[in-house]
């Protein structure tokens, strides 16, 4: 599964390893675990499959999964 911050704009045409390179996208993240959380919204646990890169994804952000 990818996780991809949510820009749009500016990343429709660009493949998924630039947009890692340049620290909006995270490759093969795994969901380690899921609850639900306050006023029923879910809160996912993330694995990654290897070491993290530098990137600007950050608690609370807006992310689409593909």
């Known amino acids: 599964m990818q996780c991809v911050f949510f820009r749009r704009i500016l990343h429709e045409n660009v493949p998924a390893k630039e947009l890692e390179r340049r620290g909006v996208c995270l490759l093969k993240l795994i969901i380690a675990g899921r609850r ?4 029923g919204r879910n809160v996912l646990q993330f694995e990654a499959a290897k070491d993290l890169p530098s990137h600007s994804i950050t608690p609370g952000v807006t992310l689409v999964f593909v």
């Open 36 to 39: 639900v959380g306050l006023y």
